[in-house]
T-cell receptor
């Protein structure tokens, strides 16, 4: 299993540009999550999904959109990028039937908005 | 979710046990204690979790006090590769998405 994969690894955006961060998991997990981590800080939840076709907001959803058309993929869309969105973005997944709900994280996407 | 308090940083000698404390005095009866770590520039990694009883796996042991107001993560033989930020998270394990709230964590430095 590759686990959770994210692309791209790095990206520089200009203010006002848009982009999609890709996330794929091959563990057949039903739950998926997007977090952001600002320098020196903990992670904050942006959006999550409990299954294909179902998404919900986390702590910091403004400026982002998500979709979950398949179990494997959970892309994060940034519209009108702003410097405040400079961060490292982590995707994660978990399996509700495991009982423990431990989350498995991808390697992250480092985004700079200038 | 209950709030947790961890020391900002700790040092440990290579080969010795690393004991990382966490206070969670407002924990509820249905909340679990989870530990994750984040090695520099990588995504967080699940370590262990527990409800009441002490737990052990191939990575670590988790000791939870009888009143559940605090816990200790033990890395029995720390290596240089265990240098990371360790997060103690208290969370209900349910079907509502199980969001994790990461605080500041403890920065563990394992020294040769």
């Amino acid at each position: 299993n590759a686990g959770v994969t994210q692309t791209p690894k790095f990206r520089i955006l200009k203010i006002g540009q848009s982009m999609t961060l890709q996330c794929t998991q091959d563990m057949n997990h039903n739950y998926m999550y997007w977090y952001r981590q600002d320098p020196g800080m903990g992670l904050k939840l942006i959006y999550y999904s409990v299954g294909a076709g179902i998404t919900d907001k986390g702590e910091v959803p403004n400026g982002y959109n998500v979709s979950r058309s398949t179990t494997e993929d959970f892309p994060l869309r940034l519209e009108l990028a702003a410097p405040s969105q400079t961060s490292v973005y982590f995707c994660a997944s978990s399996y509700s039937a495991s009982g423990s709900y431990e989350q498995y994280f991808g390697p992250g996407t480092r985004l700079t908005v200038t | 979710d209950a709030k947790t308090t961890q020391p900002t940083s700790m040092d440990c000698a290579e080969g010795r046990a690393a004991n990382l404390p966490c206070n969670h005095s407002t924990i509820s009866g249905n909340e679990y204690v989870y530990w994750y770590r984040q090695i520099h520039s990588q995504g967080p990694q699940y370590i262990i979790h527990g409800l009441k009883n002490n737990e052990t796996n191939e990575m670590a042991s988790l000791i939870i006090t009888e009143d559940r107001k605090s816990s200790t993560l033990i890395l029995p033989h720390a290596t240089l590769r265990d240098t990371a930020v360790y997060y103690c998270i208290v969370r209900v394990a349910d079907n509502a998405g199980n969001m994790l709230t990461f605080g500041g964590g403890t920065r563990l430095m394992v020294k040769p």
